[in-house]
């Protein structure tokens, strides 16, 4: 059983859990609304998805839609950032995948790409306080070496910094693009092969691929949430995201909140996952893959 405060309503509500060492909610999420709670009643702490990835869209759109410039609503948007990063590890989630930068990206204007380089580093600096208090690890996902010297260097600072962490693996995807990551791989591997005194190499298999990936050492993400409405994956994590199930929001980025997480989270325990099959997927099944 879980106890959660309900900000500025009864104390107390209660959760169940069968986890063998109960989730303590009520020091790790801190006080909740009443929507929260409504939605937290409803969720099964036991079948939280392993790896949820999240398209942040829609900054532009909320700035416009209150006469401000469009890099307002990149600023706004890291309040959402940290919303669902804290909150996905203090409900344990194994790994959180955000897409902040992709290659095609560089399209914008030159303005609002350095702004976006400098929010990072700023949001790097402002946040590592919350990440080391949550034991995640970061990482950063995609072609970093072609990114502004200053900024490969908070990155690798900020994965230095929390490598020795034991919880969440918070990935933020960086100059990232779904077909360049299978590019790389497929270099990466003809690389490896390059030595092999083999005549006729092995056929590549999934496994291969797989273990080549920017996100070798993670379960495919089991939901993908995209917020401002968009019916697009955008050129995101395209292998991984074969089984994913998709909840896209209309809600716009900066206005995505613990509520309209929970709700995704609510969302996705609603869905039949068969992977191609015929079954429903049981908690039995789940636990023994
Ligand atoms: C898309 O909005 C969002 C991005 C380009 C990603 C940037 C995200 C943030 C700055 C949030 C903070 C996150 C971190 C990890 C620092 P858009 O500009 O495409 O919106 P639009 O479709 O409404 O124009």
Redesign the pocket.
């Known amino acids: 059983m879980l106890t959660l405060r309900r900000k500025g309503v009864s104390p107390e509500i209660t959760v169940s859990t069968t986890h063998d060492q109960p989730l303590t909610l009520p020091a790790t999420l801190g006080p909740v609304t009443a929507e929260e709670s409504s939605f937290l009643e409803r969720l099964d702490l036991t079948r939280l998805p392993r790896h949820i990835a999240v398209i942040?869209?829609?900054?532009?759109?909320?700035a416009?839609k209150r006469h401000l410039p469009?890099v307002a609503?990149?600023?706004a948007?890291?309040q959402?950032?940290r919303t669902t990063i804290e909150t996905c590890a203090r409900l344990h989630i194994e790994a959180l995948t955000?897409?902040?930068?992709?290659v095609e990206?560089w399209r914008r204007p030159k303005a609002e790409i350095e702004f976006?380089m400098q929010?990072?580093r700023e949001?790097l600096r402002k946040e590592m306080p919350l990440i080391q208090r949550n034991n995640i690890r970061m990482r950063f996902l995609g072609r970093t070496e072609d990114l502004p010297a200053a900024v490969q260097k908070d990155t690798r600072e900020a994965t230095e910094a929390t490598a020795s962490n034991s919880g969440m693996v918070l990935s933020?995807a960086l100059n990232y693009g779904g077909r360049a990551e299978l590019v790389d791989a497929v270099n990466a591997i003809l690389a490896a092969r390059h030595n092999s005194s083999s005549v006729t190499p092995p056929l590549v298999t999934e496994d291969e691929i797989t273990r080549h990936l920017y996100t070798a050492d993670l379960p495919d993400p089991d939901l993908l949430i995209r917020t401002?409405g968009?019916m697009r994956v955008s050129n995101f994590l395209l292998w991984q995201i074969a089984y994913a199930e998709i909840f896209v929001t209309e809600t716009?980025?900066p206005d995505f909140n613990r509520a309209r997480l929970l709700e995704a989270l609510l969302d996705f325990q609603k869905r039949e996952r068969r992977y191609g099959g015929i079954d429903a997927d049981s908690p039995a099944k789940r636990a023994a893959r």
Request: glycine fraction near 12%; aromatic fraction near 16%.
């Open positions: 942040m869209d829609g900054n532009g759109r909320w416009q469009r609503g990149h600023s948007g890291t959402s950032a955000l897409y902040a930068f992709s990206n976006l929010l990072l949001y933020i401002s968009e716009l980025w």
